[in-house]
Nanobody
């Protein structure tokens, strides 16, 4: 069974850091892109970042550029989202998503994904 499991969320003060993890299991291949999404209270879900299958292509939404870093460890079948300089507006449930046919990050924010994690809550508050 194909599964994505996020972890690493929590409560952090403004300016703090968190590292989210997305662990994959059940996929026959490790060669697929992973996207990170978030949905804040009263907001629509938005694409935050994407890393290609090779790790050579990375994309970020404008609001997190320079603060968030995505990476992957294919040996561990895990993708990470390092979040620094967190702001209250980063508060959201964060999800990772995958669709095995996607290996790049083209249109990652709008394309369809069959596989989603359960989400991890990130709260930025003093």
């Amino acid at each position: 069974q194909l599964q994505l499991v996020e972890s690493g969320g929590g409560l952090v003060q403004p300016g703090g850091s968190l590292r989210l993890s997305c662990a994959a299991s059940g996929f026959t291949s490790d060669y697929y892109a992973i996207g990170w999404f978030r949905q804040g209270p009263g907001k629509e879900r938005e694409g935050v970042s994407c890393i290609s299958a090779s790790g050579g292509i990375i994309a970020y939404t404008e609001s997190v550029k320079g603060r968030f870093t995505i990476s992957r460890d294919n040996a561990k079948k895990t993708v990470y989202l390092q979040m620094n300089s967190l702001k209250p507006e980063d508060t959201a449930v964060y999800y990772c998503a995958a669709e095995p046919k996607y290996t790049t990050c083209v249109a990652y924010q709008t394309r369809e994904y069959r596989y989603w994690g359960q989400g991890t809550q990130v709260t930025v508050s003093s």
